[in-house]
């Protein structure tokens, strides 16, 4: 299945979508959302303004809509996905964590994986500005009550973080807003990881991030937070 440019909705403004135009992978769990057209129309007009196009899965899923839950229709989904990755030249990712958890969508840490390999640009987004540390204790006290507790160097077991949580497992990835396989896999592929409260604006800058490598120029903050 293959998504044309001039499928490619333009909403909200901005500039005209030619057939040269730049196509980025919207990657995130917004797809899951109640009404997930808002946000990913939202996404593209952020897009066009940076001179890229954005494409989210759900573009690649036309006539699916028809199909039972089950693993038949999750098979068409997860081949359109991989598909449209194939397709299009970049990709920004959504790095908040997943129902309520500390976590990101697992699917869309696969997806940072796949296009990874491919070589093509890459950058991630989160409006979550704590370290990935913290999101854990943090989760860990609200939904259990309970603390980290502290890993010292040299103890048994793996020693690359200071904190465990309450069932042993260490915790670390200090210094970054997510796993450091992902945070620091982007950047080893040459990508940002913009942070903000303010989603639209760490979205921007990871687009930005991306359109620069594409388009060789770009408006936006010279560096990411």
């Given at each position: 299945?293959?998504?044309?440019?001039?499928?490619?909705?333009?909403?909200?403004?901005?500039?005209?979508?030619?057939?040269?135009?730049?196509?980025?992978?919207?990657?995130?769990?917004?797809?899951?959302?109640?009404?997930?057209?808002?946000?990913?129309?939202?996404?593209?007009?952020?897009?066009?303004?940076?001179?890229?196009?954005?494409?989210?899965?759900?573009?690649?899923?036309?006539?699916?809509?028809?199909?039972?839950?089950?693993?038949?229709?999750?098979?068409?989904?997860?081949?359109?996905?991989?598909?449209?990755?194939?397709?299009?030249?970049?990709?920004?990712?959504?790095?908040?964590?997943?129902?309520?958890?500390?976590?990101?969508?697992?699917?869309?840490?696969?997806?940072?994986?796949?296009?990874?390999?491919?070589?093509?640009?890459?950058?991630?987004?989160t409006r979550d500005t704590r370290p990935y540390p913290a999101r854990v204790a943090d989760f860990?006290?609200?939904?259990?009550?309970?603390?980290?507790?502290?890993?010292?160097?040299?103890?048994?077991?793996?020693?690359?973080?200071?904190?465990?949580?309450?069932?042993g497992i260490l915790v670390h990835s200090e210094g970054?807003?997510?796993?450091?396989?992902?945070?620091?896999?982007?950047?080893?592929?040459?990508?940002?990881?913009?942070?903000?409260?303010?989603?639209?604006?760490?979205?921007?800058?990871?687009?930005?991030?991306?359109?620069?490598?594409?388009?060789?120029?770009?408006?936006?903050?010279?560096?990411?937070?």
């Open positions: 299945m293959s998504v044309p440019c001039d499928r490619i909705s333009d909403a909200g403004g901005g500039e005209p979508v030619t057939p040269g135009s730049p196509r980025i992978y919207l990657a995130g769990p917004m797809v899951f959302a109640l009404d997930p057209i808002v946000i990913f129309d939202r996404m593209k007009a952020l897009c066009l303004a940076r001179g890229v196009v954005g494409v989210a899965p759900l573009d690649n899923q036309i006539g699916l809509e028809g199909i039972a839950p089950g693993r038949h229709l999750l098979e068409r989904i997860v081949r359109a996905d991989i598909a449209l990755m194939e397709q299009l030249d970049a990709a920004v990712f959504c790095l908040d964590g997943f129902r309520r958890g500390p976590e990101m969508d697992t699917g869309t840490a696969f997806e940072v994986g796949f296009m990874k390999a491919t070589g093509k640009p890459i950058a991630g987004w860990f006290q609200y939904a259990f009550g309970q603390d980290l507790v502290p890993a010292p160097a040299g103890s048994t077991g793996g020693t690359s973080g200071s904190l465990r949580d309450p069932d970054c807003v997510q796993n450091a396989m992902v945070h620091i896999g982007i950047e080893l592929a040459g990508g940002i990881i913009a942070s903000d409260t303010d989603w639209e604006q760490a979205f921007s800058r990871a687009v930005g991030s991306v359109a620069t490598q594409l388009l060789g120029s770009w408006t936006g903050p010279a560096s990411p937070p």
